[in-house]
């Protein structure tokens, strides 16, 4: 997986399970990530970037979860 892609996924994901005190300063993070990622890319709408996120971060959620495929020792 692409570096950028998961850091954003990752505070996206703080920012997500957030709460109290520490809420706005991950949020902050997340959206400063994404005004990074929209300056370099101007052709990128905001919306569509976060649609974008919305649907990676689901898909690393899964693969976050899955089971491991290496049967436990005996």
């Not at 520490?22 to 400063?32: G, I, N, P, T, V």
């Amino acid at each position: 997986m692409n570096r950028e892609l998961e850091e954003i996924l990752k505070a996206y994901d703080a920012a997500k399970q957030a709460s109290g005190p520490d809420e706005k300063q991950f949020l902050a993070l997340y959206e400063s990530k994404l005004e990074d990622l929209l300056q370099r890319h101007p052709h990128l709408s905001r919306a569509a970037l976060e649609t974008a996120i919305r649907g990676a971060y689901d898909r690393w959620l899964k693969a976050q979860n899955k089971p491991s495929s290496i049967p436990p020792k005996a």
